[in-house]
């Protein structure tokens, strides 16, 4: 069973970068065909997918967040980690880490989410 579990600040000032980490245990970042993503849901609001690493390490980011994004990943940690400079009050929102599949092409496995509120 594969379980993800993110940790970070749950307050950003605005102008902050964000960080956040998703430790995985179950399974390896590197597995084959895996792809290691973030997503967040701003209050009252619709999921928002930020962008993933996958299990070569390649980058994708959204389009709207791709110049203050950044995904990095730790294999001696088996974890990897959220950067998101520039924060602001729109940025507020739960973080969910999440595992995508390469072979259904379906999101099988998600952390619980963590809250993060952008304010001064």
């Known amino acids: 069973q594969v379980q993800l579990q993110e940790s970070g600040p749950g307050l950003v000032k605005p102008s902050q970068t964000l960080s956040l980490t998703c430790t995985v245990s179950?399974?390896?970042?590197?597995?084959?065909?895996?792809?290691w993503s973030w997503v967040r849901q701003p209050p009252g609001k619709g999921l928002e997918w930020i962008g993933y690493i996958s299990y070569l390490e390649n980058t994708y980011y959204s389009p709207s967040l791709k110049s203050r994004t950044s995904i990095s990943r730790n294999t001696s940690n088996n974890h990897f980690s959220l950067q998101l400079s520039s924060m602001t009050p729109e940025d507020t929102a739960v973080y969910y880490c999440d595992r995508l599949s390469g072979s259904s092409w379906t999101y099988d496995y998600w952390g619980q989410g963590t809250q993060v509120t952008v304010s001064s």
């Open positions: 179950g399974g390896s970042i590197t597995a084959l065909r895996y792809y």
